[in-house]
């Protein structure tokens, strides 16, 4: 038993959106206890090969968490879960207003893929992100971290199209400001991208309406 095991309560919620051909599906380890192998490594950070041994084996864990990252299993399992908590808050099943926000972050030396961000100088990749006002993420893209703000935007943007019919309005700060990149978000997503500025006067860091719902769903 780990701390980042599934609760008997987590595990019914997750067990009813799993689509039912892999429920039906006989197999050595139970879907729980491989699902809470792959927790064990995206909560702790840790190599696929430091997987403990009560666990089923990590060729096995990552096989799953590889085939469910590809053919959607876990954009699924995300989106149905997103619906029940909105619900369950007495909101609409889709959102009627977006949070866009990016993160740069660093990456292994080792690796190819990765670009520098000037503005925050940091080599490595940067997330887009866009959430609802409970900060439950809606889309996410991942590119190099030299790409930039406007360029992200119409990418993450791109991964909304048909999926929340309520969606009109998306709130963003100073970094994707632009009369003709605002009106591109228009023509080629119908939404109203809104920038929401800092307060004149105000220096160093100051919460915006709204905007801390997305960069809390970062931390």
């Known amino acids: 038993m780990y701390i980042t095991d599934l609760t008997d309560s987590q595990w019914q919620a997750i067990q009813q959106t799993l689509p039912l051909q892999i429920r039906l599906r006989k197999r050595k380890h139970t879907l729980r206890a491989i699902i809470n192998a792959i927790l064990y490594v995206t909560k702790g950070g840790i190599q ?5 041994n009560d666990l ?13 990252s590809a053919d959607g299993t876990v954009e699924t399992i995300h989106d149905k879960l997103r619906v029940t908590v909105r619900l369950q808050a007495g909101r609409e099943e889709s959102p009627s207003l977006g949070l866009i926000d990016s993160q740069s972050v660093k990456t292994m030396s080792m690796t190819a893929v990765k670009g520098f961000d000037g503005n925050k100088k940091i080599a490595g990749r940067k997330r887009f992100i866009i959430t609802d006002v409970m900060g439950l993420l809606m889309g996410l893209h991942v ?23 309520r969606l009109t309005t998306t709130l963003a700060d100073q970094g994707f400001d632009g009369i003709e990149f605002i009106g591109k978000v228009k023509t080629q997503f119908c939404l109203t991208l809104e920038v929401v500025c800092q307060v004149l006067g105000l220096k160093g860091f100051t919460v915006l309406p709204k905007r ?8």
């Open 56 to 68: 089923p084996a990590w060729p096995l864990v990552y096989y799953y968490f590889k085939k469910w």
């Open 143 to 165: 590119t190099t971290a030299n790409i930039g703000e406007r360029a992200g935007a119409l990418l993450v943007l791109a991964k909304l199209t048909n999926r929340f019919e």
């Open 48 to 52: 696929w090969r430091l997987i403990p």
């Open 212 to 219: 801390w719902i997305v960069e809390r769903t970062f931390g």
